[in-house]
């Protein structure tokens, strides 16, 4: 994995020793550095997403673009991934524009929802989303902007059917 999350600093031209100390911090930050020595085979589909959060951020990118990161993986793991990735978020900072179908998990991880339209792909809506950090899925404010949000995606749906 060292290798994997340092290729990315490999093309940008820095040092080898530093390379393997920032994929080391980042290996450290998605809480796999004991893994460093690994392959991506030989991970679990929540670990190798891990991976690819560290390699994205330790080129230092400006924003964070995850299309769909979670989609592909079981209800816990994506629970325990969307919980990491605020932590993460939590010491990093950085701007991440995440793309997800899942109302819950675009309540739940984000500051503003965007919804779009279909075909061509428009913005009909964005919901600032207010609710305190860490947010609970269970509680009467985030079903409310959850069933909000999900009321302009349906209507958005079925506006665009032929």
């Known amino acids: 994995?060292?290798?994997?999350?340092?290729?990315?600093?490999?093309?940008?031209?820095?040092?080898?020793?530093?390379?393997?100390?920032?994929?080391?911090?980042?290996?450290?930050?998605v809480g796999?550095?004991?893994?460093?020595?690994?392959?991506?085979?030989?991970?679990?589909?929540?670990?190798?997403?891990r991976v690819a959060v560290a390699r994205a951020l330790a080129i230092d990118p400006q924003i964070l673009l995850m299309d769909e990161p979670f989609g592909a993986l079981d209800a816990q793991t994506r629970n325990m991934l969307q919980r990491e990735l605020l932590d993460i978020w939590e010491k990093t900072k950085k701007t991440v524009i995440f793309v997800t179908h899942s109302v819950d998990e675009a309540v739940f991880l984000s500051d503003r929802v965007v919804v779009l339209t279909?075909?061509?792909?428009?913005?009909?809506?964005?919901?600032?989303i207010d609710l305190p950090r860490p947010r609970d899925r269970t509680?009467?404010?985030?079903?409310?902007?959850?069933r909000y949000v999900l009321d302009h995606v349906e209507k958005t749906a079925f506006s665009s059917k032929v």
Do not use: C, H, W
């Open 118 to 128: 279909a075909r061509p792909g428009t913005i009909k809506d964005m919901v600032q």
């Open 139 to 146: 509680g009467a404010e985030f079903a409310r902007i959850r």
């Open 32 to 49: 796999l550095v004991d893994f460093a020595k690994n392959y991506p085979f030989e991970l679990s589909g929540g670990m190798r997403q």
């Open 1 to 29: 994995m060292l290798d994997n999350i340092a290729f990315g600093l490999e093309m940008k031209g820095m040092e080898k020793q530093r390379r393997r100390e920032k994929a080391l911090e980042f290996l450290e930050l």
